[in-house]
């Protein structure tokens, strides 16, 4: 039973590595390693059973991002195997990890220099690299972030169980396609109010993510000084803080003509789809300073913010004659002040002008696409970009194929909005192959010198494997669907992988097979039985039990 499982386990592996190793194809040179392992495996790998046979070893000026993926790793360890791997120093004869970037570690720097092919690091790309005659393997980050990176990579390559730890005798290296991987967390109550949020956003700077986007809205309160508004605002600086930790960066979300719920009556919009009738009109003049003097308040109160997005609908918007058309209209006069004062505080901080809902009638029509034309011919100096929406089955909010030329055509940068949570949403854990391989599609349709990726819109923790698919497609836009469910299956099951996969495979909403239910039944009852407690402990498994029990399995 064990040996099976084992075999099985290792068959997802050893696909895993061959995707890395056929990713580092078109890196830098890296060849697989000899092997040190029995005869029995099929794959070259290290194994550790106690905690002195491996260090993990920082530079003296390791980043606060090295050192938080340093803890990750042996926290992962810990938990999956029991074993407390030893810092610092290795021990006479032992193995060593050693991790960091050139600046941060000397070992670090004289492996790059030795090695002139790893030393030729694109931006954020790192190397992983078993060196049998050393007993070390090099995580090498080109960055910070790329150091974490690479850690997220190398522990997706080891294989865990109770008392043991298989390193992969290998050395790949890989670097991002796209600046920004970015994850847009909704802020409501089923992320903020979870003890597991921290730990979730440091996991996506392991799958390589770099940037958190939060969406403040003033609309939820009724006055800045609001007691809840200052408590979100302590959460918000929380989650950036703990994004900071791990090397991202940070984004704040704002709608152009967002209110507090105390707004005066006299400088209200008029009335527009989704759009709550406290937001302030830009086009009177006293609701345009008061739009200001909030946003300023709301700016001033973080010492750092790395970029801003500007919202225009769903909600935003006014409905008066001088708001009309609302794109170049309403909208521009209110985004156009905030994007000035947001650059004036923070000079470095990107600045991105979205389009989400404008191809809406409501919103004029086509008038979207003038200000596209616009920001193209007389770009702010504060703008670093456009970002369309992306949402196929929207029936307002899709991007066809000649849209997207449109946006193309201005020329400037471009970063992604995807809707990964509103279509066909359902409880538990979401499975939508046809969907995200649609997204993935239309991303790459986009010209690849002016994409620089995007942030995924998250509402839930269901849309856990749709963030984890985008911030592999950041990296690499042709990685597969399959491709990315094998690696998280393999990363958040371990050695109950396969049978993981083959519920995902019919959890997903796009399979009609007709003994579904039944198999879903079947394969969920054998990984009930036995997966690893710290796979049962994970929140992945609960929203991965509750979408099987929509379709009839633990009953
Ligand atoms: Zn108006």
């Known amino acids: 039973m064990y040996r099976n499982q084992s075999i099985k386990w290792m068959a997802v592996l050893v696909l895993g590595i061959t995707i890395l190793q056929h990713r580092a194809a078109a890196q830098p040179e890296f060849e697989q390693a000899p092997s040190e392992s029995g005869p029995e495996h099929a794959q070259p790998v290290v194994s550790i059973t106690k905690g ?21 790793l042996i926290d992962a360890v810990r938990q999956r195997t029991g074993i407390e791997l030893s810092t610092g120093n290795p021990a006479p004869g032992s193995h060593a990890l050693v991790l ?9 720097r004289d492996y790059l220099a030795r090695r002139n092919d790893a030393g030729r690091l694109s931006t954020d790309g790192f190397v992983v690299a078993w060196e049998p005659g050393e007993k070390r393997w090099y995580v090498a980050g080109q960055s910070p972030g790329g150091a974490v990176a690479g850690v997220g990579r190398l522990l997706r390559g080891i294989r865990f169980e109770q008392g043991r730890l298989w390193l992969p005798a290998a050395r790949f290296s890989d670097a991002p396609a796209m600046p920004i991987r970015g994850i847009y967390l909704w802020a409501r109550d089923p992320y903020f109010k979870s003890t597991n949020l921290d730990r979730y956003i440091e996991e996506f700077a392991l799958w390589g993510g770099n940037s958190l986007a939060l969406w403040f809205e003033l609309g939820m309160f009724s006055s800045f000084e609001d007691p809840q508004a200052q408590h979100w605002l302590e959460a918000y600086r929380r989650c950036f803080e703990t994004a900071q930790r791990v090397g991202m960066k940070t984004t704040l979300i704002l709608v152009a003509n967002d209110a507090y719920q105390s707004s005066a009556k006299q400088l209200r919009i008029s009335p527009i789809i989704g759009c709550p009738g406290h937001y302030l009109c830009p086009s009177k003049p006293e609701g345009a300073r008061q739009l200001l003097t909030w946003q300023d308040q709301l700016i001033k109160s973080f010492s750092h913010l790395d970029g801003l997005i500007i919202f225009p609908a769903d909600p935003g918007g006014c409905s008066c004659a001088d708001c009309t058309p609302w794109p170049t209209e309403g909208f521009w006069r209110a985004a156009q002040p905030l994007g000035e004062r947001f650059h004036e505080r923070f000079p470095e901080a990107d600045v991105w002008v979205a389009f989400w809902h404008l191809h809406h009638p409501t919103f004029g029509g086509e008038n979207w696409q003038q200000l596209v034309k616009l920001l193209g011919k007389h770009r702010p100096a504060w703008l670093t970009g456009i970002q369309p929406g992306m949402a196929p089955h929207h029936r307002f909010a899709k991007v066809t194929p000649a849209e997207q030329q449109i946006y193309a055509d201005a020329g400037l940068p471009l970063s992604l909005f995807p809707e990964v949570s509103m279509y066909r949403n359902h409880g538990g854990m979401l499975v939508k192959k046809g969907y995200w391989e649609q997204m993935r599609a239309e991303m790459t349709r986009y010209p690849a010198g002016q994409m620089r990726g995007g942030w995924p819109y998250s509402e839930r923790w269901n849309t856990d494997i749709a963030n984890v698919a985008f911030l592999c497609w950041f990296w690499n836009p042709q990685k597969t669907v399959d491709a990315v469910l094998d690696e998280y299956a393999s990363w958040y099951f371990g050695p109950s992988a396969p049978e993981a996969r083959q519920l995902l495979q019919l959890l997903d909403d796009g399979n009609r097979a007709p003994d579904r239910e039944a198999k879903v039944r079947e394969v969920f009852a054998k990984l009930d039985r036995q997966l690893p407690g710290w796979v049962r402990e994970d929140w992945r498994w609960k929203e991965i039990a509750t979408s099987a029990a929509r379709l009839g399995a633990g009953k």
């Open 100 to 108: 960091g970037t050139a600046q941060s570690h000397p070992l670090v």
């Open 52 to 72: 002195r046979e491996l260090s993990v070893s920082l530079g003296p000026n390791a980043s606060p991002a090295e050192k938080r993926a340093a803890e990750l």
